[in-house]
C-alpha cells in the first residue's frame, strides 16, 4: 500500500482516566508511559496524549463527545495517522471513532500483539501470535477494524510478516474460524511434544528453574551470563518470546535446566494470554522461580505487582520464588528496595551477586529433593538399584564398607535410602 519503506507512522495516544485504585489494570500514568514505548516498539512517533477523567469509558464511543473532538482537532495539528487506546476498543467503539477523527484506531492489546508478531521466531510463536490476533480480529471484523498491520504494508509500523495479513483479514469469518481450528489443533501437537519432554525431565531428577519477569528486566540476560546461551538480550520490549532452556549446574552439584520466558506487561491481552499458554505455563511446572525484577525502574513494585498477579492466572504462585532484584549497578542505593523474602540484589550484566542468587535457589528447591551421600553395604545390591531407577546419581564409588554414592533424589529415594545416609 505504502510506498516509503521506513516511513514512521505518527501517534496519538489517548485514555480514560478512572481515578481507580487499581493501577494494574487502569490507565495511569505509568500505563500510559508504558504505552507510549511500546508505540515506539512498534516503530510510531507519539506526538501526544488525550486524556479524560470519567468513572467509565462510553461504551460506543470511548470518549465524550467534547473529548471526541478536542482530540480530533489535536490530531489535525499534530499531522498524526492513527490514535491508539490504553484500554482494549470493542468493534464498536473503533467504528464510531474511526469515524468522528477520520484515522485509523487501535488499541493496546493491538498494538502488543503486532509487537509480539514482529518478534516470534519460531513457528510455535508465530502460530501463537496468530491465533492470538485472529481471535482478537474475529469479533471485531464487522466493523472497519484494520489493526495497524494492515496500513503499514511493506514499512513502518507492521512489516510484511506481521501475523495475518490483508489477505486474511478480508476473507469471511468462516475462513478464519478454519485457521483458529488449524493452528489450534496444530499446536496442542506442541503441547503434547512439551509436556512429553517435562515428563522425561522429571523422571531424570533434573530440576528446573523459570527466570519470569517483567518485559525488559534483563531475564534473558541472566540466562546469558549464567549459561552464555547467546540468547537475544536488548533494550525492547519482548526481546523474548520463545522459551529457551538451558542447562546449568547448581553450587550444589546437581544440574538444573535454567528456562527463559516472555515477559509480563500490564494488561497483556488476554487473547495472548490464551495463546501463549503452554509458553508461559513452563512457570508452572518449574520447581523454583527467579523472579528478575529491574531495581532502576521508576516502578519496580507495581512491576512486581503485576508479574505476581499473571503467575496467579497461570496457576504458578505457589512456587517456591527468588526475587532477584536485578541491574543493581545502575542504581546508587538499594535501601527503597522493598524487603521480600529470597531477594537478591544482583546485576546481570556485572556478575554481582549472582553466587548468593544461585545458593537461594538451592536454598529453597523444595523440600524432598535434596542431595545426600549414601552408603550401601554390599549384601544390599538391590538397594543401588533402587536407587539408579529413582534418582540422579552423581558419582559412585566402592569402599571397604560398601558402595558409596552422592546422589539427588526425592521424597521417594529418600524413603529407599534412609537408613544410609552418611
Ligand atoms: N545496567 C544493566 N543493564 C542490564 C542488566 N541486566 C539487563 N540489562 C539490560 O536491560 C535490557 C533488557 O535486558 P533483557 O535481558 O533483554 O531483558 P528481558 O527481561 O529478557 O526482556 P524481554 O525478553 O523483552 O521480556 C538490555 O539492554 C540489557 O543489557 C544489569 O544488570 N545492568
Ligand atoms: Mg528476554
Known amino acids: 500500500m505504502h510506498e516509503t519503506k521506513h516511513e514512521i507512522e505518527k501517534a496519538v495516544l489517548f485514555g480514560v482516566h478512572t481515578g481507580s485504585a487499581d493501577y494494574i489494570n487502569d490507565c495511569t500514568e505509568e500505563s500510559l508511559e508504558e504505552l507510549a514505548l511500546l508505540a515506539e516498539t512498534a516503530g510510531a512517533q507519539v506526538m501526544g496524549v488525550v486524556v479524560q477523567n470519567r468513572p467509565s469509558p462510553d461504551n ?4 465524550g463527545e467534547g473529548k471526541i473532538e478536542e482530540m480530533r482537532a489535536f490530531c ?5 495517522d492513527l490514535v491508539i487506546c490504553d484500554d482494549e476498543l470493542s468493534g464498536i467503539q473503533v467504528r464510531n471513532l474511526e469515524e468522528a ?18 518478534r516470534a521466531k519460531t513457528r510455535e510463536g508465530q502460530l501463537q501470535v496468530e491465533l492470538a490476533q485472529l481471535r482478537y480480529f474475529l469479533p471485531r471484523l464487522t466493523g472497519s477494524f484494520t489493526g495497524m498491520s494492515r496500513q503499514a504494508g511493506g514499512g513502518g509500523i507492521g512489516g510484511a510478516r506481521r501475523g495475518p495479513g490483508e489477505t486474511k483479514l ?25 509436556e512429553t519432554q517435562r515428563r522425561q525431565r522429571v523422571k531424570n531428577g533434573i530440576r528446573q528453574v523459570a527466570i519470569v519477569g517483567y518485559t525488559n528486566a534483563g531475564k534473558s540476560t541472566l540466562l546469558n551470563y549464567l549459561t552464555s546461551a ?17 542447562r546449568l549446574t547448581l553450587p550444589d552439584g546437581a544440574s538444573a535446566l535454567l528456562i527463559d520466558t516472555v515477559g509480563f506487561i500490564r494488561k497483556l491481552p488476554h487473547h495472548l494470554i490464551n495463546a501463549f499458554k503452554s509458553t508461559l505455563e513452563e512457570a508452572k511446572f518449574a520447581d523454583v522461580l527467579i523472579h528478575v525484577a529491574d531495581a532502576s525502574s521508576p516502578h519496580t513494585n507495581e512491576n512486581i505487582a503485576v508479574v505476581e498477579e499473571l503467575l496467579e492466572k497461570l496457576d504458578a504462585s505457589d512456587k517456591p520464588v527468588v ?11 538499594t535501601d527503597f528496595l522493598p524487603p521480600r523474602p529470597n531477594s537478591v540484589s544482583i546485576s546481570a550484566k556485572t556478575g554481582l551477586g549472582i553466587d548468593a542468587l544461585l545458593q537461594k535457589v538451592c536454598d529453597i528447591m523444595p523440600e524432598g529433593r535434596r542431595r545426600v551421600t549414601v552408603l550401601i553395604p554390599y549384601d544390599k545390591g538391590d538397594i543401588v538399584s533402587r536407587v539408579y531407577e529413582t534418582s540422579r546419581v552423581n558419582s559412585e564409588e566402592h569402599t571397604e564398607n560398601g558402595t558409596l554414592l552422592d546422589i539427588v533424589t526425592d521424597s521417594r529415594g529418600l524413603s529407599i535410602v534412609s537408613d544410609y545416609i552418611v
Not at 547467546?230 to 522459551?243: C, N, R, W, Y
Open 170 to 194: 478480508e476473507t469471511d469469518r468462516r475462513h478464519i474460524r478454519r485457521r483458529i481450528e488449524s493452528i489450534t489443533q496444530q499446536l496442542s501437537e506442541v503441547v503434547r511434544n512439551r
Open 230 to 246: 547467546g540468547v537475544l538480550a536488548e533494550d525492547k520490549l519482548f526481546a523474548t518470546l520463545d522459551p529457551t532452556a538451558r
Open 323 to 333: 526475587t532477584a532484584y536485578n541491574k543493581i549497578d545502575l542504581v546508587e542505593s
Open 60 to 63: 460506543a464511543r470511548y470518549f
Open 101 to 118: 477523527l477520520g484515522l485509523r484506531v487501535i488499541d493496546r492489546s493491538a498494538l502488543i500483539m503486532d509487537i509480539f508478531a514482529g
Open 76 to 80: 489535525e495539528d499534530n499531522g498524526a
